[in-house]
């Protein structure tokens, strides 16, 4: 595995508690938000500020844009983005304390020490949401301190992510047909997740089937596998700047103590699941 894809494994899960809790839906629920959805909305937007929907639209990426104009600029008359951003701490810190069951000791500690470092290296020209992320203070608890870290890991490599998709040519609703064909997921369930209507699934359907990624049955081809392992790898290898500047020996022992965080969370944090997009990292930790 790429040294970046183990290192996202593990630094996954701790991000993912930001949204897939009780504590993170109790907190937008506190706020006045209409359901999860705003709540997931107005939290990961936050940081860009009180952004138009369009611009959340082109940095989520997958995601119908009338999914995203159910919950902006509501989201923004409900709640002032900096009281999302209170929310988002307070629901990861009860999360965390929750899901850990202990938030203090020296190896957490120094986890959060070395995440801290690694997400101080990584890359944020083009990559709007990381950039977002990583000017926000940091959190004083070590336990907040690790999971601020890792967010700003995983927007990097999320942005980072996009540009492969867009230099792959799959535009967003065509990345995820192909990701579910490729990986065997439910497609009318992911489908659903990121509000594509049936036209427009079987539209990008159709147009990866022409392109030889999808057989005539909408099953992945040769050529479709080989272009999905381009995007990882191109995603992994843009992900790779943290890790080479924080160096072999550090990267090894940070992998060494996130490992048990991030499994114990895989392994208590249901909610988590309703992201098909952490399944790799459950896959890989509770094996």
């Not at 230099?167 to 065997?184: I, K, M, Q, T």
């Not at 147009?207 to 057989?215: F, I």
Request: with cysteine.
């Amino acid at each position: 595995m790429h040294q970046a894809r183990a290192m996202w494994v593990r630094f996954e899960p701790i991000h993912d508690v930001t949204y897939f809790t009780p504590e993170s839906r109790a907190q937008t629920d506190g706020l006045g938000c209409r359901g999860g959805w705003m709540g997931y909305v107005g939290m990961r937007a936050a940081p860009l500020g009180a952004v138009p929907a369009s611009t959340v639209v082109s940095a989520f990426y997958t995601f119908h844009p009338s999914l995203i104009e159910r919950a902006l600029p509501d989201a923004w008359q409900i709640a002032a983005p900096e009281r999302f951003l209170e929310a988002r701490l307070r629901g990861a810190d009860a999360a965390l304390r929750r899901l850990l069951g202990a938030v203090d000791g020296s190896e957490l500690a120094e986890a959060a020490r070395l995440t801290g470092e690694a997400a101080g290296h990584a890359s944020l020209a083009g990559r709007p949401l990381a950039a977002a992320n990583a000017v926000l203070a940091v959190p004083e608890p070590a336990h907040l301190a690790l999971w601020q870290a890792c967010t700003v890991l995983r927007e990097s490599r999320g942005d980072g992510h996009i540009a492969a998709l867009i230099s792959a040519e799959l535009e967003p609703c065509a990345a995820l047909v192909l990701f579910a064909a490729e990986r065997g997921l439910d497609a009318g369930y992911l489908r659903a997740k990121r509000a594509w209507p049936e036209s427009a699934w079987a539209a990008a359907t159709e147009r990866l089937t022409e392109r030889g990624l999808l057989d005539d049955q909408g099953a992945v081809t040769a050529s479709g596998r080989e272009l999905r392992n381009w995007v990882e790898e191109r995603t992994d290898a843009a992900a790779g700047q943290p890790w080479r500047e924080l160096g072999a020996r550090a990267t090894e022992r940070l992998g060494e103590l996130l490992t048990p965080i991030a499994a114990r969370i895989a392994e208590r944090n249901e909610v988590m699941y309703v992201n098909p997009m952490a399944l790799d990292a459950r896959t890989e930790l509770t094996r």
